[in-house]
């Protein structure tokens, strides 16, 4: 009963204690069953699969989480709802943030529906995203042909003698009478 009792705190050694502490022999627990059997009835509601799979299908990768982080929180959801491990791969796509998602859509056919070939290309492809630094400003001396065009500024607008832009231009007509 000193293990039960060492190992509880919170809200569970708020419930043990009046029963651990008692003077009387009446009140007394005469075992850890008997802790472990009223900790149960505080804690367990009968609902814990569903409420486990519950958890699991609102479960997405949040913005800026780390694959490897949504990993472990996707396998012990996926584990505590029963979901089937052949319905992981399938589970795991959908739940991955389109920012992972889209740039894997060439690699998902070759992972075949197999969770374990699929998480270990995540996993790489996440931290080596991570990992490579992004440069903020491009130095003009390193920029390619292609750049260079992209960069270039707009040619003026093609004028007719006076100044005035193109699609501005009033041709004067000559209206004879006779």
């Known amino acids: 009963m000193a293990l039960v ?82 319905e992981w791969s399938f589970y795991l796509w959908e739940k991955i943030t389109p920012s992972l998602r889209v740039p894997n859509l060439g690699f998902r056919r070759s992972w075949k529906d197999e969770f374990a070939p699929m998480v270990e290309h995540l996993t790489a492809f996440d931290m080596e995203r991570r990992n490579t630094p992004v440069t903020a400003t491009l130095d003009s001396s390193k920029t390619t042909p292609h750049r260079q065009l992209a960069n270039k500024k707009p040619d003026p607008i093609p004028t007719r003698s006076g100044g005035q832009p193109l699609e501005q231009y009033q041709p004067h007509t000559m209206v004879s009478r006779t």
């Not at 050694?13 to 029963?19: A, C, D, F």
């Open 5 to 86: 009792w060492g190992h509880t705190s919170g809200l569970a050694k708020e419930y043990l204690e009046p029963q651990y502490l008692s003077n009387s022999d009446y009140h007394r627990f005469q075992d850890a069953e008997e802790m472990i059997d009223l900790l149960k009835s505080f804690f367990i509601s009968g609902n814990e699969q569903a409420e486990s799979r519950s958890a699991f299908h609102r479960l997405q990768m949040e913005k800026g989480e780390t694959f490897t982080s949504f990993k472990a929180k996707f396998l012990s959801a996926a584990i505590k709802g029963t979901v089937a491990k052949s």
